[in-house]
Nanobody
Framework: QVQLVESGGGLVQAGGSLRLSCAASGRSFSSFATGWFRQAPGKEREFVAAIGWSGGSTYYADSVKGRFAISRDNAKNTVHLQMNSLISKDTAVYYC??????????????WGQGTQVTVSS
């Protein structure tokens, strides 16, 4: 099994930045693709970004492309989501996930507990 713990969420004003982190333990983290998802109240969970096991391939939802950046450090068993130019629509609980497959079509097997991001405007 892989255990994932998110951190870095909080309250930020529109136009500001926030950096989310996900710490992994258990099964070899470097063997998995990782991704970020988010869910706002009353909304379906949606894909945000994904990165391959090597860190060389990334994929973003159109809604965050150009504003968010996903990265990973396999030596430290961590994955990050740098969030810039935040807007109120970005308000949601953000979840870290790990799985297998390509960044475009991965099968997500493991999930973190989520961290709240609130953008005020």
């Amino acid at each position: 099994q892989v255990q994932l713990v998110e951190s870095g969420g909080g309250l930020v004003q529109a136009g500001g930045s926030l950096r989310l982190s996900c710490a992994a333990s258990g099964r070899s983290f470097s063997s998995f693709a990782t991704g970020w998802f988010r869910q706002a109240p009353g909304k379906e969970r949606e894909f945000v970004a994904a990165i391959g096991w090597s860190g060389g391939s990334t994929y973003y939802a159109d809604s965050v492309k150009g504003r968010f950046a996903i990265s990973r450090d396999n030596a430290k068993n961590t994955v990050h989501l740098q969030m810039n130019s935040l807007i109120s629509k970005d308000t949601a609980v953000y979840y870290c996930a790990a799985g297998v497959g390509t960044v475009v079509r991965a099968v997500w097997h493991y999930w973190g507990q989520g961290t709240q991001v609130t953008v005020s405007s």
